[in-house]
Antibody, heavy 125, light 111 residues
Framework: QVQLVQSGAEVKKPGSSVKVSCKAS????????ISWVRQAPGQGLEWMGG????????NYAQKFQGRVTIIADRSMTTAYMEMNSLTSEDTAVYYC??????????????????WGQGTLVTVSS | QSVLTQPPSASGTPGQRVTISCSGS????????INWYQQVPGTAPKLLIY???QRPSGVPDRFSGSKSGTSASLAISGLQSEDEADYYC????????????FGGGTKLTVL
C-alpha cells in the first residue's frame, strides 16, 4: 500500500522560509509525479507545483514561481517543498499528493490518487 | 476566483440522490477531463472520480461522474451519513504555466 508521510507542523516568522518533506513508501517512487497542494484555514485547495522524480524538473503554478522550490531525492524516495518570504497568508495545511498513472504530466494525469497526511505551517510574528 | 464554479453547499436526507455541479469558465476546461475529490474535515482529500466518470478501486458505485461541454456533475445515490464532507472538482488548465485548478468546494450536509 502506497503511503506518503510528511514532516511535522512548523511555526515560522514572517519573511523566513519553510521546507516540508514527503516520504513515499510501498510503490515505485521515481516514475510517479508528486505535487504540492495547500489549503488555508476554512478555504479550498490550491495547487502549487509538482515534479516527476525520474525527470527531476519541477513545474509551478505562476503564483508560486520564484518563491517555491520542489525537489525530489530519488535515493531517499522523498520529495521536498521549500517556500521562502513567508507571510501570514501562507498559513495553511500543505499536502503532497501522487499523480497517476506513472510518467503522466499535466492534463494527461488522472488526478491525485494518494495524499500525505498534511503539514500545518503557521506563519506568525 | 476559481475557473471552476461549484455551489457552496448541498444537502440531502439518507437514501436520497444528490448532485453537485462544476462549471468551467473557459472553453479549455471543456476539452479536459474533470476529477472529483472528497474531503472529510480534518483529513486529506480522497480521489473519488477521475477522467470525468471513472472510479478508483475501492470507491463505491454510489458515486458517479459525468461531463457535458464545460460542465460536470458528481452524483451520489443512496446518500449515507458518512458522505457528509466537502467535495471539490479539479481540472488541468493549460493557460499560463499550466496548472491544476480546483473548484471552490461544495459542503454536503446529510440531514
Amino acid at each position: 500500500q502506497v503511503q506518503l508521510v510528511q514532516s511535522g507542523a512548523e511555526v515560522k516568522k514572517p519573511g523566513s522560509s519553510v521546507k516540508v518533506s514527503c516520504k513515499a513508501s510501498g510503490d515505485t517512487f521515481s516514475g510517479y509525479g508528486i505535487s504540492w497542494v495547500r489549503q488555508a484555514p476554512g478555504q479550498g485547495l490550491e495547487w502549487m507545483g509538482g515534479i516527476i522524480p525520474i525527470f527531476g524538473t519541477a513545474n509551478y503554478a505562476q503564483k508560486f514561481q520564484g518563491r517555491v522550490t520542489i525537489i525530489a531525492d530519488r535515493s531517499m524516495t522523498t520529495a521536498y517543498m521549500e517556500m521562502n518570504s513567508l507571510t501570514s497568508e501562507d498559513t495553511a495545511v500543505y499536502y503532497c499528493a501522487r499523480s497517476h498513472p506513472p510518467y503522466c504530466s499535466g492534463g494527461r494525469c488522472h488526478g491525485f490518487d494518494f495524499w500525505g497526511q498534511g503539514t500545518l505551517v503557521t506563519v506568525s510574528s | 476566483q476559481s475557473v471552476l464554479t461549484q455551489p457552496p453547499s448541498a444537502s440531502g436526507t439518507p437514501g436520497q440522490r444528490v448532485t453537485i455541479s462544476c462549471s468551467g469558465s473557459s472553453s479549455k476546461i471543456g476539452v479536459d477531463t474533470i476529477n472529483w475529490y472528497q474531503q472529510v474535515p480534518g483529513t486529506a482529500p480522497k480521489l473519488l472520480i477521475y477522467s470525468n466518470n471513472q472510479r478508483p478501486s475501492g470507491v463505491p458505485d454510489r458515486f458517479s461522474g459525468s461531463k457535458s461541454g464545460t460542465s460536470a456533475s458528481l452524483a451520489i445515490s443512496g446518500l449515507q451519513s458518512e458522505d457528509e464532507a466537502d467535495y471539490y472538482c479539479a481540472a488541468w488548465d493549460d493557460s499560463l504555466n499550466g496548472n491544476w485548478v480546483f473548484g471552490g468546494g461544495t459542503k454536503l450536509t446529510v440531514l
